[in-house]
Each structure stands twice: as C-alpha cells, then as structure tokens.
C-alpha cells in the first residue's frame, strides 16, 4: 500500500499540475515567440501582440462556422485546426496592411522604439475594436471533435488507483502543434537563407544591408511569421479554454514576463520563459494539501490548504517572477538580444 | 498656425463643444462631463510630467489611480473597532514580520558576498517569513472578514474627512512609487513601460483580493462627501430663496399658484443635482490650477531645465555630473503622487471604490492618449488632452449610436445585421481612440499644444 500512495500522490500531481502547465505553458511560448519576433526584427515592444491573437483566432471561428455550417468536419480533430490556415492568411494579410499603413511610416523615419510602442497601443486600440465589433465581447466556445484522450475514471479503473488523470484531447493537440511550429522556426531560423538573413538583419541592421538583404522583405515574413505563430497560439489557448477578447489582452502581460524573463529578443528564452511562467502560475497557486496527505503518516498531515498563493494572485504571479528578474538577472535567462 | 494662439483656439473650441452638450443635452450632464475632465486632466499632468519633462513611460497609472481610491476610503470610512480589537494584534504583528522579512531580504541581498551563504539565507527567510506571516495573518483576516461581512468585513478607516484623503494619496502613492521606481527606472524605457505595467496589476490584484483592507470586489459605498447632499439643500430656506431668486422671470409668467409651485418644486431638485455638482468642480478646479501652477513653476526652474537636458541627453547630462537615476526617481514620484491625488478625487467624486471598474485601457492607456495628443511637454496641452478625450470618450457612444442609425437606415427595424451593428456601436469609441492617437502620431507629434522650446 505504501507505495501506492506515492503514486497516487504523482498522479494527482501530473493531473492538476503537470498536463495543464505544459499545454498552457506551449501556448504561451508560442505567443512570446510572436511578440520576440518582432521584438528582434523591428525592434520594439507590441502592445498590440495579445489583440492580434484575439484576431486570429476570432478569425479562425469565423472559418470554424463557416465550415460546420458547410458540413465539412475534421473527424475526431477539432474543425478549428482546418480553419487555422485560412485564419493565418487572413491574419497576416491584415498585419501587413496595417505594417504598410501605419508602421512603415516610422520605420523610414528611424524613430525611436518608444514612439514605435506608442503606435502599437493605437492599433491595440483599433484591433480591440474590430474584434469586439465582429464577434462582441463574450465567451465563445469553438471546441467540437472528441473531447479526451484519457478520462479520469477509465484511468482510476484501469489502474485501480483512488486518482485519476485526464488528458483532454487539445492538450495533446496543444503540445504536439506547439513542437511542430517551434522545430520549424528554428529550422527556418538557422538553416534557410531567408532565416540567415534575418537574424543577420536582426543583429546588425547597416550590416546586412551592406551584403544585399532586402529590409521590406526580412519585414514581410517577420509579419507572416509573427501571425503565424501568434494565430496558432491564440487557437490553442481558445480551444482549450475559450475565447473571450478581454482575456486574451490579459494575457498580454504573461506574454511580456515570459519574454523578458527569458532574456528578450532571444527564440530559445521565449521558449523557456513561457514554460517558466506557465509552470509557476500553476505550481505556486496550487493546493499541495491532498498530496501530502498521501506522501506523510497521518500525525504530519498538514491543517491548512498548503498553497503558497491564493488564486487571486494567479495573474499577478507572472509579474512578481518578472520583478524579481529584472532584480536578480535584468538580461533574463538565456542573455541575448538577437534572435 | 500661430503657435501662440493654439492654446486659446483649443479652449475656446473645447468650451463650445461642452455648451452643446449643455444646451442639447443638459447642464448636468455637461457639468458631470466637466468634473471628470477635471480629474483627467490632473492625471494627464502627472503623466505628463513623467513622459513631457523626464521621458519615463510609466504605464501603470491604473495602480496609482487605485492607490488614490483605497487611501480615499482608508481615510474616510470609520475605523471598525470590533475588528480592530478581536485581530489588529495578529494583523500588526504578520505586518511587521512582513517588514522584517523585506529588510532583513534587503541587507542580506547588499552586505553578504558569498553567493550559496546568501541564497540559503534569502530563502531561510522567505520561508520562515511566509510561515510567520501565514501564522497571524490567515487566521486573524479570517475574523475580520466575519465580522458583519454583508456591511464592512474590513478594518475600516480613520474617520477622517474625505478632503484630507487627497493630500495623503499624494504621499501613499509617492512612497509606493519610490519603491517602484527603485526597482524598474534603471531599465531601459520600454521594459519601464512593460514593469510599470504589470506592477500596476499587483497593484490591482492586491486592492481586489485583499478583503480585510478594501473590502476587494465587494466594493465600499457611501463614503462621506466633502460637498452637501442634495436632499439636505432642497430642504434648507436660503437654497430654495436662492432658486426662486434666479428663475424669478419664469416663475413669474405662471399664473396658477399650483402649477408655480410644482414649477419651482422641480427646479429645486434640478438646481441641487447642479448645485452639488458645482462645488464638486470648484474644488476639483482649485486643485487642478495649483497642480498646474506648481508644475508650471517646476518646468520653468533650474530643475525643470535639467530634467529636460537629461529627457533630450542622458550622456551629456550624466557627464555634466547629473546623477540621472536619482533625478528620475524624482519625478518618477512626483508625477506619481499626482495621479494619486487625482484617484482620491475620482473615488472622493463616485461616493464609492470599486476595485473592479479598474482596467488599464480606461485608466492607463486613455490618460497617455490625453498627453500625446494635447502635447506632451506641456502642461497646457495635457490639461487640454484631459478635457478633449474624455469628452470623445463620453460623446463617442451617443456619436456612433447615431452613425449605426444612419448607416442602417434604409434595413427592416428586426433586420440582424441592422441589430448587430446598433448592438456593438459601443465599441467604436475603441476604435475612434486608436484612430485619433494614430492620426496624432502621424500628423501631429508634438500634440495639439506642443512643448515651448525657449530659446535665449
């Protein structure tokens, strides 16, 4: 029996901690990719990262209903994930509209990266707009297809143990979309040409201009890119979750922590850092009381719920791990600036 | 155009937007409209003394707002003794382990060398500080929050008068932003932005969670008022002689004594709401004029010019022997302090603080949309700024209402897409928002007022 405890106690630990860190935590390192991207390339921080993902995935609704309504379904897969590729065509489309109407302008003027962020809170502002506008500021779920993988109940029954574990079948989706799209940036990154000659772009701007690379192109696929990653994110957080435009800008401010805790402007530390991020949210919210009930003799159980912060403060957690790495290590994780 | 005469036309015409709004709408409304462009502005200055005259973008206004708000109720609401006396003891000590605990983090951080003695003792610290504190302060809350939990649940306030609540949000949201500033001005000014940000919602986080303090989203009611009550002026002899005073002309014209009496009846209760809301903008309007003084005065000092050498020039200035970091920190509070005092009025105004209402479109990034486009540098301009986009953000919505109407005129009354666009009119003013920052960065980057570059 004593060992049953202890693997009861892991499975509670992997059911309540571990699957939802790592499929939130591959959401959010996809966004802080996005927002690194640009962060890299055009040099400076978008407020607007966090609406674009509420475009993109409202989009992808869009195109969801347009395909249940057409009958075409994708099986057991959730229809969203054919509706994604429309979604990020619409996206980009419209990203590199707004770049040639509205950041173009201050690219050839050389001004100031503040002045940059400054614009992105204005299209922040019109992005939240357009969203709320076309598809209003509620809850939308756009989850169809089968829902687990693994349920609670089969597992505890399978294994004969009091704990269960679910695995809901767009966490599995999350993580392995997560990895496809990341193995693919890096490669793209370090073996094409295209991939080259943006991180040269990135690192000396005068530079890479001197052997021939073409900026308004590097700019074009850092957009394409960008929406790309930043539209997938989007549909996984939504398909897991829901959509609702509020919370979407909310998650904004983790994108940012985990991007500057990383080390910003570094692929590799948005990785880590929105794993980071996710991980501790989760860990330092939760309540450890059932595990040790498990783990320890009855005379060391503890009394209270054994929580480190209340779940108020989930949202906050983000900012105080950012605050404490702007103290500790202000270059983040992995130090660089290029990408 | 005349540089000179920008600031008289943009007042003038901000005048006469606020006079349609009277005559079309009514005065109260225009009057209500006015008292919040009031505190805007003042929030716009302290903003603007931050970005216009330092350079620092701090995007976590909301925080400093929500600061002024709680000190207004710490300030105002009567101290609830009961709870002061069955926890204050455990609520004081977990108070002061926390600050032991901060200083005890801080000297090991600075005095001890050697790394692995210094990370074991900072988190010896934090362990045993989180259990000293969780000791007191979980049980101790948890009486607090029991005690008639439906009325206060809290501690209370001082009982103080409500006016006195401004002049120390001033200092509470001062010591909070040197505590901030501390920690993010060394940074480069968009990860400024982006810290402020997010301190801002701790901030928010804090004042929502922690119900023994502010009584979180169950929000505090019926703060005193530092203004008369309308129902105590429609019963006093000198507010109805004055009423009947003024509209003697109108009064005059009726002939029936009823109908007269029913007439004045119903301008003494419109006259009050006026009346209340009047002394509101006289006092909102003092503040306002000697904020803006003082900050004319700043700008126009030694210490004003070098903090815009050190806006336009770190290096020179550092190498002219100016110790940028401490200047910033500066009018990182000063500024700070400002937005504080604006939040105490804007909670001293609403009667009642609602930590939910607090999100950093309305209270960050509006305010920063009031300094671009009245002109950052210039105190005038963000005065200015204060008025006319809290004006857009108000009118915006009866605005698109009316454009919605127009652009479906010609679909059935039941038509969807006819309810669907009336139905998210309310969002447009998002993106009129977005649209005149936008068009003001493009067109207009120095803002509708710009800075005076004085020139000898």
């Known amino acids: 029996m004593e060992n049953f405890e202890f693997i009861n106690a892991m499975v509670l630990l992997a ?17 802080t990719l996005s927002l690194t991207i640009i962060y890299g390339v055009l040099r400076f921080s978008n407020f607007a990262q966090a609406d674009w993902m509420s475009f993109g995935t409202m989009t992808t609704i869009l195109f969801t209903w347009l395909f249940q309504s057409a009958g075409i379904s994708a099986g057991i897969l959730p229809t969203a994930l054919l509706a994604l590729p429309f979604a990020i065509i619409v996206t980009a489309l419209f990203c590199l509209f707004i770049d040639r109407s509205v950041y173009s302008f201050y690219r050839k003027q050389k001004s100031q990266p503040i002045v940059l962020m400054i614009v992105s809170v204005g299209v922040m502002f019109i992005l939240q707009a357009v969203v709320r506008f076309i598809i209003g500021p509620n809850d939308r779920k756009f989850f169809d297809g089968e829902k687990y993988i693994v349920h609670a109940l089969d597992f505890k029954n399978y294994f004969g143990l009091e704990e269960g574990l679910t695995i809901k079948s767009t966490q599995l989706i999350t993580v392995i979309v997560a990895l496809v799209a990341m193995i693919s940036l890096f490669y793209f990154l370090q073996k094409t040409k295209l991939g080259k000659s943006m991180r040269a772009y ?20 850092t957009w394409i890119i960008s929406s790309i990653l930043i539209t997938t994110a989007g549909v996984l957080y939504g398909l897991d979750k829901s959509f609702k435009p509020f919370t979407y800008f909310n998650l904004l401010l983790p994108m940012f922590a985990a991007a500057i805790v990383g080390g910003i402007g570094s692929p590799i530390g948005a990785v880590i850092g929105g794993y980071v991020i996710a991980f501790s949210e989760i860990t330092l919210t939760y309540a450890y009381k059932k595990f040790f009930v498990y783990l320890l003799p009855e005379s060391l159980e503890p009394s209270g719920l054994m929580q480190v912060l209340s779940t108020d403060y989930k949202f906050a957690i983000s900012f105080i791990i950012l605050v404490i790495v702007l103290i500790v290590r202000p270059t983040g994780i992995v130090r660089g600036k290029i990408i | 155009m005349n540089d000179e005469l920008r600031a008289p036309i943009a007042f003038t015409i901000m005048a006469i937007l606020l006079a349609i709004v009277g005559f079309t709408q009514s005065w109260s409304v225009s009057l209500s409209v006015i008292n919040l462009c009031i505190i805007s502005s003042i929030m716009a200055i302290g903003v603007n003394l931050q970005w216009g005259y330092g350079g620092l973008f701090n995007a976590g206004v909301m925080g400093f707002t929500a600061l002024g708000g ?6 105002s609401h009567d101290p609830i003794y009961e709870a002061w006396d069955k926890a204050g003891v455990g609520i004081v000590i977990s108070a002061i382990i926390f600050v032991l605990s901060i200083t005890a983090l801080l000297f090991v951080f600075r005095n001890i060398e050697n790394k692995q003695i210094r990370n074991t003792l900072i988190i010896l610290i934090i362990v045993f500080g989180l ?11 948890d009486i607090v929050e029991s005690i008639n939990p439906a009325k206060t649940g809290f501690l209370g306030g001082l009982g103080l008068p409500i006016i006195f609540s401004w002049l120390i949000a001033a200092i509470v949201a001062g010591l909070v932003a040197w505590v901030i500033g501390k920690i993010t001005l060394r940074l480069r ?3 400024l932005a982006i810290a402020t940000l997010g301190i801002s919602e701790i901030v928010i986080a804090v004042v929502k969670h922690e119900d023994w303090l502010s009584r979180g989203v169950k929000n505090v009611s019926g703060l005193d008022r530092p203004v008369p ?6 019963e006093s002899k000198w507010f109805l002689n004055l009423v009947e005073r003024i509209n003697f002309s109108k009064l005059e014209a009726i002939q029936s004594l009823s109908s007269r009496q029913d007439l004045l009846n119903d301008l003494v209760i419109d006259s009050s709401g006026i009346f209340v809301k009047l002394c509101y903008a006289g006092l909102f309007f003092s503040v306002l004029l000697l904020i803006f003084y003082l900050s004319q005065l700043a700008l126009n000092s030694p210490w004003g010019r070098m903090l815009r050498a050190i806006r336009d020039n770190e290096e020179a200035a550092s190498a002219m022997g100016k110790n940028i970091f401490a200047q910033h920190l500066q009018i990182f509070i000063i500024g700070s302090a400002i937005i504080g005092i604006a939040g105490a009025m804007l909670t001293t105004l609403d009667g009642q603080f609602t930590p939910g209402s607090y999100r950093p479109l309305r209270f960050t990034f509006i ?10 540098g210039n105190n005038l301009g963000s005065i200015f700024g204060g008025f006319f986009i809290w004006f857009i953000w108000i009118e915006a919505e009866p605005l698109s209402i009316g454009f919605m109407n127009m652009l479906a005129g010609g679909l059935e009354y039941d038509n969807p897409l006819r309810m669907h666009l009336l139905g ?12 005149l920052l936008l068009l003001a960065l493009r067109f207009m980057p120095k803002g509708v007022i710009p800075e005076k570059i004085q020139r000898k």
Request: glycine share 8%.
């Open chain 1, 202 to 221: 990135s690192n000396n701007e005068d530079l890479a201009l001197l052997s021939g690379i073409n900026p308004e192109k590097i700019v074009i696929v």
């Open chain 1, 15 to 31: 059911n309540f901690v571990f699957v939802p860190a790592l499929s939130y935590g591959s959401q959010l390192a996809l966004a």
């Open chain 2, 424 to 435: 998210s009119a309310a969002h447009l003013r998002l993106f009129i928002m977005g649209l």
């Open chain 2, 189 to 191: 000014s968009d990860y």
């Open chain 2, 367 to 376: 305010i920063w949309l009031m300094v671009i486009i009245g002109g950052s």
């Open chain 2, 131 to 141: 259990i000293g504190i969780n000791n007191f302060y979980g049980p101790s809350i």
């Open chain 2, 70 to 75: 709680l000190t207004a109720v710490l300030v």
């Open chain 2, 229 to 234: 009550y309308e129902i105590e002026l429609q």
